[in-house]
């Protein structure tokens, strides 16, 4: 399933417990930069349309909106936490950004610093969201979907 949209929108992808937002990049050669708990900061390069996919399990779209705002245009770091840190049971927001991102529901936290896995709300959970030129595919059908002016 194909679902296009501009760089200047933002798609949402809705279910029972929870929503994942998707942008584009929108620019070439843009540095994402992601830190992790070993002191470590790695720098990694993206194509204007590789995604930045933010799941909410709040429903909440401002909150999708702001994340996924100060990924793209203020350059906001991606903290990757251990799988044994203690906020890693408090978040209710996580972000991916690259080619495809994988939604799973039954992923440890801190335990997938590759950034195509992201964990989701149970009803999208199985949904593969793949970059396209005008926007991305879906592995398989998802009626529940909005877009709006980002």
Same mark, same amino acid.
């Given at each position: 399933?194909?679902?296009? @949209?501009? &760089?200047?929108?933002?798609?949402?992808?809705?279910?029972?417990?929870?929503?994942?937002?998707?942008?584009?990049?929108?620019? +070439?050669?843009?540095?994402? @930069?992601?830190?992790? %708990?070993?002191?470590? /900061?790695?720098? %990694?390069?993206? /194509?204007?349309?590789?995604?930045?996919?933010?799941?909410?399990?709040?429903?909440?779209?401002?909150?999708?909106?702001? %994340?996924? &705002?100060? =990924?793209?245009?203020?350059?906001?770091?991606?903290?990757?936490?251990? $799988? +044994?840190?203690?906020?890693?049971?408090?978040?209710?927001?996580?972000?991916?950004?690259?080619? $495809?991102?994988?939604?799973?529901?039954?992923? =440890?936290?801190?335990?997938?610093?590759?950034? +195509?896995?992201?964990?989701?709300?149970?009803?999208?959970?199985?949904?593969?969201?793949? $970059? =396209? %030129?005008?926007?991305?595919?879906?592995?398989?059908?998802?009626? =529940? &979907?909005?877009?709006?002016? @980002?």
């Amino acid at each position: 399933m194909n679902i296009d @949209f501009s &760089y200047d929108e933002i798609l949402f992808l809705e279910g029972e417990t929870g929503t994942v937002g998707i942008v584009k990049v929108a620019n +070439d050669n843009k540095m994402l @930069f992601i830190a992790t %708990q070993d002191n470590e /900061e790695i720098v %990694q390069f993206l /194509e204007k349309d590789d995604i930045i996919a933010v799941s909410n399990f709040k429903k909440d779209k401002r909150a999708i909106r702001a %994340q996924a &705002y100060l =990924t793209r245009e203020e350059d906001s770091p991606i903290v990757i936490l251990n $799988k +044994d840190h203690p906020s890693t049971k408090r978040l209710s927001q996580v972000l991916s950004v690259g080619e $495809k991102v994988n939604l799973n529901c039954n992923i =440890t936290p801190g335990t997938h610093p590759e950034q +195509d896995v992201l964990c989701s709300c149970d009803s999208l959970s199985g949904l593969t969201i793949t $970059k =396209t %030129q005008n926007g991305v595919a879906l592995n398989k059908k998802h009626d =529940t &979907y909005t877009i709006e002016r @980002f």
